[in-house]
């Protein structure tokens, strides 16, 4: 069965411009979650989608967004970059309602210059 | 506020010896316990979860202990192996209701061979 696939895995962009990453989670799975990993800051929940529905949302600012679609699909869109918005975005879907043994995508590492 | 804390950011062990990682945290609320392994450029893998009716969880080289009373817990890795260098992430969560998981910051792990 595949894993979960983050898309692209690199991106560069500069301060100012937007982006969108890509999750597909595993096929069955329901539940995607977003994170951005940094160095010292651990995994930083973004927000989690269910049934197309954001149930959970973290501590960031209104310029990350999400979503996701009938088919569990998700994309989070970040706009206005910062260069502190470099960082490893990880996604992961689980099961069942709750999150808990999710797994993970390798993530997209985005460099904002 | 930091609800997950890993408070070593790297530990080196030899190879054969036993790596203890640890972790505590502050939510009483928290009844479900687990722990990640990454790699570099690869999304977390499971490894290890602990439930809090239960004070221990056994996985082949790798144990988890619970100690609910001083909110602490810690994973244990015996013998250790060079391929289990890697950072590792504790998570905590609330079995009931829809919550996230809530990540420490890691422990990079490095076993000298």
Known sequence: ?113 | DQQVKQNSPSLSVQEGRISILNCDYTNSMFDYFLWYKKYPAEGPTFLISISSIKDKNEDGRFTVFLNKSAKHLSLHIVPSQPGDSAVYFCAASRSFGNEKLTFGTGTRLTIIP
């Not at chain 1, 937007?18 to 651990?42: A, F, K, M, N």
């Not at chain 1, 502190?84 to 975005?89: F, I, R, T, V």
């Open chain 1, 1 to 113: 069965k595949a894993g979960v696939t983050q898309t692209p895995r690199y991106l560069i962009k500069t301060r100012g411009q937007q982006v969108t990453l890509s999750c597909s989670p595993i096929s069955g799975h329901r539940s995607v979650s977003w994170y951005q990993q940094t160095p010292g800051q651990g995994l930083q929940f973004l927000f989690e989608y269910f049934s197309e529905t954001q149930r959970n949302k973290g501590n960031f600012p209104g310029r990350f967004s999400g979503r996701q679609f009938s088919n569990s699909r998700s994309e989070m869109n970040v706009s206005t970059l910062e260069l502190g918005d470099s960082a490893l975005y990880l996604c992961a879907s689980s099961f069942f309602d709750r999150n808990t043994e999710a797994f993970f995508g390798q993530g997209t590492r985005l460099t904002v210059v």
